[in-house]
Nanobody, 119 residues
């Protein structure tokens, strides 16, 4: 299983970024996908989840109305469109999938992509 995030960077408050996560090593279209974020010294925070077919999403209150998750099952890729960015959105953003293995449920993570919102 491999998850590779891209698209992070430095952006001014009010700006936009689009993150991508390219997945491989599992049947992408069968699984819900999530974006998390983490600031040093704090726990990793769930940002949003999208169901396997993309029909349902669940956003953290802090990003509702500003962030939009989508997925392209033909490209094995999940996206996070982030608009109206705020300094408090600064974090490392991680793509996640939870797979059922013979040892039970297991969380896979990408390497993360840094998002910095600053003037």
């Amino acid at each position: 299983v491999q998850l590779v995030e891209s698209g992070g960077g430095l952006v001014q408050p009010g700006g936009s970024l689009r993150l991508s996560c390219a997945a491989s090593g599992f049947t992408f279209s069968n699984y819900d996908m999530s974006w998390y974020r983490q600031v040093p010294g704090k726990e990793r925070e769930l940002v949003v989840v999208i169901t396997s077919a993309g029909g349902s999403t669940n956003y953290a209150d802090s990003v509702k109305g500003r962030f939009t998750i989508s997925r392209d099952n033909a490209k094995n890729t999940v996206y996070l469109q982030m608009n109206s960015l705020k300094p408090e959105d600064t974090a490392k953003y991680y793509c996640n999938v939870r797979l059922d293995t013979i040892l039970g449920m297991y969380d896979y993570w990408g390497q993360g992509t840094q998002v910095t919102v600053s003037s």
